[in-house]
Every structure is written in C-alpha cells, then in structure tokens.
C-alpha cells in the first residue's frame, strides 16, 4: 500500500489527464498489474500564492492577482470617478456641464488625483480639483465605511 501511495504522489500531468478522462493507470508491483481509477484517487489542486487558478477540463487558466500601487491608484481613481458622476446625477447636471470640485484631503483621494488627475477631470468634466483638509458641504460614501467630504458645483 504504501509503495502504491508513493507511486500515485509522482503522477504526472499526462497520468492525471489520463484519469479525469476516464482511464486507467496502471501500476506495476510484484509482478502484479493494478488498475488505478479516477475513484480511486483524489486529485487536488492548490493555488500559487498570488495568483488565482481555475481549471475546466483541459483548460487551466492562471491570473495574478497581486495588488501594486499603480493598480491600486487606478482602482481609486475610477471609484472617486463613479462617485462624482453619481453626484453629478444627484444634481442634474446637464452631461455637458463643466464642474468644479473640492474634495477632502485623503490618502487615497492623493494617490489616485497623483496618478490620475487628468483622467478623473477627462471622466467627469472637472475644471479642477482641490484638496483641502475641512469638510466640505457633501459626502461620499468610501471605502471602509468612510465618508469624505466633497463640493461639486457648476463652473
């Protein structure tokens, strides 16, 4: 038993196809032949840290999912993006009109407008954003159940 567990751990790719379609893999001990079925064995799959593994039948696709600061800017950027045009809805602002905005000072407001200020100003037709470090006379809901304070008006 133990030489056919030890057998079955060094399975490679190709023995493992081999089951989930439906064959047998046979092995060899003693002079004897044994037929090993998919089940037989349990097949287990374990993720690479960092990336996200899904399989489906002969497809096996691999993302990484690791998080730098880019990404994270940019995840910011278009959340800050989507709550200003959420704002602009609030208002009816027509979709043409030009805007003006402070926002409350916050490091993740900072690292998306240092990444992306042109592109939040493109998106939501902002003349400017100013940080300050008071409240301002609205809210967005963040991140972590924060608010920041925001004024969007018309220019």
Not at 19 to 32: D, I, S
């Amino acid at each position: 038993m133990k030489e056919a567990a030890e057998a079955i751990l060094a399975f490679d790719a190709s023995m493992i196809q081999k089951l989930e379609k439906g064959n047998a893999v046979e092995l060899n001990f003693e002079a004897q032949t044994f037929p090993i079925l998919l089940e037989d064995v349990e097949i287990l799959s374990e993720d690479i840290p960092g990336w996200l593994v899904s399989t489906d039948g002969p497809l096996t696709v691999a993302l990484d999912i690791s998080i730098n600061d880019e990404l994270l800017a940019e995840g910011y950027a278009r959340e800050l993006i989507n709550r200003i045009q959420n704002i602009r809805k609030e208002k009816q602002f027509n979709v043409t009109d030009r805007i003006q905005i402070q926002i409350q000072a916050h490091p993740d407001i900072e690292l998306a407008l240092s990444g992306y200020l042109d592109l939040i100003c493109n998106e939501v037709l902002a003349d400017s954003i100013i940080q300050q470090t008071s409240d301002n006379q609205d809210n967005i809901d963040w991140l972590d159940d924060q608010k920041i304070g925001i004024h969007v008006e018309l220019k």
